[in-house]
């Protein structure tokens, strides 16, 4: 929202000039205004732009001797131009190309020195005194363009301000020592009146501690002097009163369509709004000062589009594929619901929104129809949606611009538009009115001073609250404590007591906050044990070398169908803007293998990434009926040919070995084993059955903690690892980290360490292939327990597997016993006693040899 | 399926091929015999009549060719069977069985990092945390957040929307702000406020905006919501508590300053800012010499969304905020482009061993 300082300055104190809203400087208006208004994006300086320029008058005009088309000119200044070259009579010569420089004309001109409007900011071009094709010129007499002022570069811009007189100062004739504020929209939310200059006006005197008096004309309904015989014939039929609470229109006849006086076309341009013409920019100018937006309609082109004899404005809703040519030049099919404005036969505008091209209001407009409606904001914001047609209409009336404003302001824009473009009223004031009252304004509220005080820390009296919140034209009546509280027509967003809290915590000021912090017990903070896990995990797995990523949620629909899963148990996005985002992820380990083949390719050799998210499956809700969400951890171990050359096994045992160390870690390894993934029984639930869908079922295996599958760790399918360019030696694991706190561990696991010495002895058997070392370890352990002396502490640690050259059916395994007792030195006849037992029952079992 | 070639040339270079491709160690190399391009460089050579039916025949047999590589390819990819219950693989010698990467390559990333940082100070002070979830509803989004049916604020959020329904038949949401904890945090931690003790709670957690990509902007990142409810809460404590947490972060005295803001779901509504901390106001390129940054939205948690989640407003008062954590990291770091953090790029990652 762009304000000018001096549209602030008209309007804030009845006019008067004098009142200066900036007393302390532009600087420290600024900061109040980010204070206790809302943040103010850009400031800019349009004094600085204007301020060497003079305003003229050609004394003397003739043809330059040596061109076509160019003319010298002396001008006078009205000596104001200090260090000119002047002639006997005090005038200073000037070379202007123009086609309507001609003598007796005010003209803006820029002297030797200053710097030409259009290039500041830019490539700044300053002027000076040089000869043109012989011919001496000082400065140059300016065009629009070059003033920054339109596009206009057809000639030189003509001042049509009567009371303007040579050494003027063209800033000052058209208040163009200015400065232009952009405040934050967002801010505005909830403030339509914040949308027009003299709302924030109101505020800025507001903040200011300065009572602020909204002109009679705004605060009054007037109704306009209509003729008693109408000229023109117009009629409204609202066919949507829900949607269209107010919609006055009145016809003006004999208008003479021009552009508008200097001054209007500068007051609109200084905040971006070009002008049109003398009837479309009074539209806009009224906008820009109430937030009201209106619309002018060509009155005969509306009347000619039906066959009788006056113009009828019906407001509708579109007819089945009905369609529209807009001012922007855009022809839409709109909305079912949206709002159309038509005549009998067909519809001329999308209410609120944009007008039509059709009945334009042009340079060969006689008559006019002037609208001033009030529309609904969630149904101008949904049309505006549909079509993105993001007009300053639609900024404004998705606010929700009171219909209480739309008698004064046509009253207003009625009486500037007779006098700039002459014509009469010429048809009665049609007022279409649903609003009952006051019902657009919510009711008066009774706070205490007590709940405003304690919302903010302040300590200020009912008189203090009362005379900020009139400051700002809400009339407060104070019984001993209590306020009521009643706000002004435009304010639509007061309606609770925190409302005005804000509003007297604002008009104060916030930055005079008492900061003070909460009293606290000295009670501990509760810890979430899920964070805990999770920095544990982290901790543990970047201290042995792997990087932590963080891969986006949602995945591309090619990303889960390569590594095997199946798009339909994803959650689908809608509406993704990146076709990379389609569906939520049913497990990180695809996320996390995608960029497996980029870091390769980066030149890292080895590495190993992990990854702590949140995944999603259609299968599995929560208790409140929403998708269930699996906290799960993934890992990847990747290494390219060279340094998997360097390694010897299957690189699933580095992945195995990190998993393993987090199950230690977690104190619940003693109580989990791996299922080959091929021989798990995984339960029927479809969304774990996906998770495992990468991995291979010969090379992978399930983690089981002896009540359920905690997840998954093993190599990738060959389809899986083409499909991602993943490096042969890869591997890795994933599993719910939820679990892990659901099933926490019992115990650290420390047995006390004995005063004896240890004996170690070795066992080697050779088993079938087909033996897993698990069920010979558990056998070995088991025999273990049974065997092993009374008060010993006993390992027994894998030390060797080994397949001789040629002998495929059998391998051989090692494993070392430590044996200790806490009561007496153990001798080795002992450790091999339990050792031949161990061999007994392992050649029994599972026709183990002893070699 | 073997194919027979009409053309004496073509059928004696698929025999004499076909015999090489089994002995090959590198089963793609069939494709690159010279034999194959000889036949294929005769071609221009030929007879007009008799260049279309030859050169379709040398296509098919580079066609046979390519899938005997393809299925060799499939073959050789499908591994045998190992033992996953053992620690180590069969006959590695225990100097060569696996073992972590060197340490100093490991990483945290730098998010997670700094929030653990963040959670740690927000602990000492006496705020909990609980995790925001990724995937909600449009009640917890905006419903419960007193944003109405098609308000114009709720435009301000991007969302992602799944093409599934949430129980009242809506899409459910990626969401995007943290706050889609808030009316849950009120409810579970009811109880404190009977028992006359504040609910103070941090909320991180992932978030989502529907836009595109650029150095500055990302569909995703995190997000720090915090919740402080009780008795006598007013405006200044919430600017007091985030200075006091500002000033323990970045470990110096800061000044701090707000602006009106407006949100559906606080009243009143601020935008906070800090005094530049890396320039101590001086100005400096983080701060884009302006000697402040705007942090953060935050201010008093509206009377509805407390009434929402069951409690009173006349009796208990609160606070709320929510703060990038991506843009704490970024500031601090001088990282020049967001989209690094979700990139999986090690050359990123590493800079944080």
Redo the contacts between chains.
């Keep these: 929202m762009k304000i000018s300082l001096n549209h602030i300055r008209y309007y804030r104190n009845q006019y008067d000039w004098s009142d200066d809203p900036a007393p302390s400087g532009i600087d420290a208006l600024v900061e109040k205004i980010g204070a206790q208004l809302g943040a103010v994006e850009e400031v800019e300086d349009l004094g600085q732009k204007y301020r060497d320029i003079i305003v003229a008058k050609v004394v003397n005009c003739v043809d330059h001797p040596d061109s076509d088309h160019m003319h010298v000119c002396k001008i006078d200044d009205g000596g104001k131009a200090q260090d000119a070259e002047r002639d006997e009579n005090g005038l200073v010569q000037v070379v202007c190309g123009a086609p309507n420089v001609r003598e007796g004309l005010l003209v803006a001109w820029l002297p030797p020195g200053s710097t030409v409007p259009e290039s500041v900011g830019k490539d700044p071009f300053v002027l000076g005194a040089r000869e043109l094709r012989g011919v001496m010129s000082n400065g140059m007499l300016a065009s629009a363009k070059e003033l920054a002022l339109g596009d206009n570069h057809d000639g030189i811009l003509e001042i049509d301000e009567a009371s303007a007189k040579p050494g003027d100062d063209f800033a000052a004739t058209y208040q163009l020592d200015d400065y232009i504020i952009d405040i934050e929209n967002k801010m505005f939310a909830h403030r339509p009146d914040c949308f027009g200059m003299m709302g924030v006006a109101r505020e800025i005197a507001g903040i200011q501690g300065q009572a602020f008096k909204s002109p009679e004309w705004y605060r009054t309904d007037v109704l306009i002097e209509t003729p008693s015989a109408p000229s023109l014939k117009l009629t409204v039929r609202n066919e949507l009163p829900e949607l269209v609470p107010r919609f006055v229109a009145v016809a003006v006849a004999d208008v003479t369509i021009k552009p508008s006086p200097l001054w209007l076309q500068i007051n609109l341009l200084r905040l971006g709004v070009r002008p049109i013409n003398n009837v479309v920019d009074q539209t806009n100018y009224y906008m820009l000062l109430t937030g009201q937006p209106l619309h002018a309609y060509d009155y005969d082109k509306v009347r000619t589009l039906d066959s009788g004899d006056g113009a009828t404005l019906v407001v509708r809703n579109p007819k089945p594929g009905e369609k529209i040519g807009l001012l922007n030049g855009k022809e839409i099919e709109p909305r079912a619901e949206a709002i159309m404005i038509a005549t009998e036969t067909k519809s001329i505008g999308v209410g609120g929104v944009m007008g039509g091209a059709e009945t334009e209001v042009d340079e060969h407009t006689k008559n006019i129809i002037l609208e001033c409606a009030t529309f609904d904001m969630y149904s101008i914001r949904r049309t505006a949606m549909a079509h993105g047609l993001f007009t300053d209409a639609v900024t404004r009336f998705n606010k929700g611009q009171s219909p209480l404003q739309n008698l004064a302001v046509t009253d207003r824009i009625i009486h500037d538009i007779l006098e700039s473009a002459g014509g009469k009223v010429a048809s009665e004031l049609i007022d279409i009115n649903q609003v009952q009252g006051r019902e657009w304004v919510h009711l008066p509220v009774p706070v205490t001073i007590a709940f405003i005080n304690e919302r903010l820390g302040f300590n200020l009296s009912a008189d203090e609250m009362k005379t900020l919140l009139e400051n700002v034209e809400f009339s407060v009546a104070v019984d001993s404590d209590t306020l009521t509280v009643t706000a002004p027509f435009w304010r639509t967003d007061i309606e609770t007591r925190e409302d005005v809290v804000e509003e007297v915590g604002r008009l104060y000021g916030f930055d005079k906050l008492p900061l003070e912090l909460p009293k606290r017990s000295i009670k501990p903070a509760e810890k979430d044990s899920l964070f805990e896990l999770k920095s544990q995990v982290r901790a543990a797995l970047a201290k042995a070398g792997a990087n932590e990523v963080l891969t986006y949620s949602f995945v591309h629909g090619d990303l889960l169908r390569k590594t095997g899963q199946d798009p339909d148990e994803a959650f689908q996005i809608g509406n993704a803007l990146s076709p990379d985002l389609q569906y939520y992820r049913l497990s990180l380990t695809p996320s996390l293998l995608d960029k497996v083949h980029m870091n390769i390719k980066a030149g890292y050799d080895e590495f190993a990434l992990f990854e702590i998210g949140k995944t999603h499956g259609k299968s599995q809700t929560d208790e409140e009926g929403l998708p269930k969400e699996f906290e799960r951890l993934a890992f990847v171990f990747a290494a390219n040919s060279k340094q998997a050359a360097k390694a010897a096994g299957a690189p699933y045992y580095v992945a195995r070995t990190y998993l393993v160390q987090l199950l230690e870690l977690f104190g619940i390894w003693e109580r989990c084993t791996l299922i080959p993934l091929k021989d798990a029984d995984l339960g029927t639930q479809p969304f774990f059955l996906q998770v495992v869908k990468p991995f291979d079922p010969e090379r992978a295996a399930a983690i089981y903690d002896g009540q359920r599958i905690l997840g998954v760790v093993g190599e990738y399918t060959a389809s899986t690892r083409r499909a991602l360019k993943l490096p042969a030696h890869s591997a890795g694991f994933e599993f719910g980290l939820n679990l892990i706190l659901q099933n926490p561990s019992d115990g650290s696991g420390y047995a006390a360490l004995p005063r004896f010495p240890k004996v170690t002895q070795d066992i080697t058997v050779k088993v079938p292939a087909s033996v897993s070392f698990q069920s010979l370890f558990d056998l070995l352990q088991t025999e273990l327990a049974k065997t092993q002396p009374e008060q010993v502490l006993a390992s027994l640690d894998p030390i060797d597997i080994y397949q001789r050259e040629g002998d495929v059916t059998h391998k051989q395994l090692t494993f070392r016993l430590t044996i200790a007792s806490y009561e007496k030195t153990m001798t080795d006849a002992e450790a091999t006693k339990v050792l031949d037992a161990m061999a007994t029952a392992a050649q029994k079992q599972c026709g183990a040899e002893r070699i | 399926m073997v194919m027979t070639y009409q053309n004496p040339k073509v059928q004696g270079a698929a025999g004499l091929l076909k015999g090489r491709f089994a002995d090959l160690a590198n089963k793609a190399d069939i494709l690159k015999a010279v034999e194959l391009k000889a036949l294929y460089a005769e071609i221009p050579q030929l007879p007009d009549d008799q260049r279309g039916v030859f050169g379709k025949e040398l296509n098919m047999l580079r066609a046979e060719l390519q899938q005997l590589v393809n299925e060799a390819g499939?073959q050789a990819?499908?591994?045998?069977?190992?033992?996953?219950?053992?620690?180590?693989?069969?006959?590695?010698?225990?100097d060569?069985?696996?073992?972590?990467?060197?340490?100093?390559?490991?990483?945290?990333?730098p998010?997670?990092t700094e929030l653990?940082r963040v959670?740690d100070i927000?602990?000492?002070?006496?705020?909990?945390?609980?995790?925001s979830?990724?995937?909600?509803?449009d009640y917890h989004m905006f419903g419960a957040l007193n944003f109405p049916?098609?308000?114009?604020?709720r435009?301000?959020y991007d969302t992602?929307?799944?093409?599934?329904t949430?129980?009242n038949g809506k899409?459910?949401i990626?969401p995007a702000h943290t706050s889609t904890m808030q009316n849950r945090v009120l409810r579970k931690y009811a109880g404190n406020l009977e028992k006359g003790?504040?609910i103070?709670c941090l909320i991180p957690g992932?978030v989502?905006r529907?836009?595109?990509?650029d150095a500055r902007h990302e569909?995703?990142f995190y997000q720090l919501e915090g919740v402080?409810v009780?008795k006598?809460?007013?405006?200044?404590?919430l600017?007091?508590?985030l200075?006091?947490f500002l000033q323990e972060y970045y470990g110096k005295e800061l000044d701090v300053?707000?602006?009106?803001?407006?949100f559906p779901f606080t009243?009143?509504?601020?935008?906070f800012s800090l005094s530049c901390p890396f320039c101590d106001k001086k100005g400096c390129n983080v701060c884009s010499y302006a000697g402040w940054i705007?942090l953060l939205g935050c201010g008093?948690i509206?009377?509805n969304v407390l009434r929402e989640a069951g409690m009173d407003?006349e009796v208990y008062?609160g606070f709320a905020w929510g703060c990038g954590l991506d843009r704490l990291v970024l500031m601090k770091n001088n990282i020049e482009d967001i989209r690094h953090?979700?990139s999986?790029?090690?050359?990123f990652?590493?800079q944080f061993?």
């Excluded at chain 2, 992602?160 to 599934?164: E, G, L, P, W």
């Excluded at chain 2, 006598?232 to 404590?237: D, I, L, N, R, S």
């Design positions: 499939e990819e499908v591994l045998p069977a190992i033992d996953v219950t053992a620690p180590f693989d069969v006959n590695v010698p225990a060569k069985r696996p073992s972590f990467l060197p340490s100093q390559h490991g990483s945290k990333h998010l997670m653990e959670l927000f602990y000492r002070m006496g705020f909990n945390a609980i995790e979830p990724e995937i909600d509803d049916e098609g308000h114009p604020a435009d301000d992602f929307m799944t093409t599934q949430d129980k899409p459910l990626a003790e504040p103070a992932r989502f529907n836009e595109d990509l569909h995703t402080y009780g006598g809460v007013h405006a200044g404590m600017v007091a508590t200075k006091t300053a707000t602006q009106p803001f407006y009243e009143p509504s601020f935008e705007e008093m509206h009377p407003p008062t953090f979700e999986g790029k090690l050359d990652l590493r061993s």
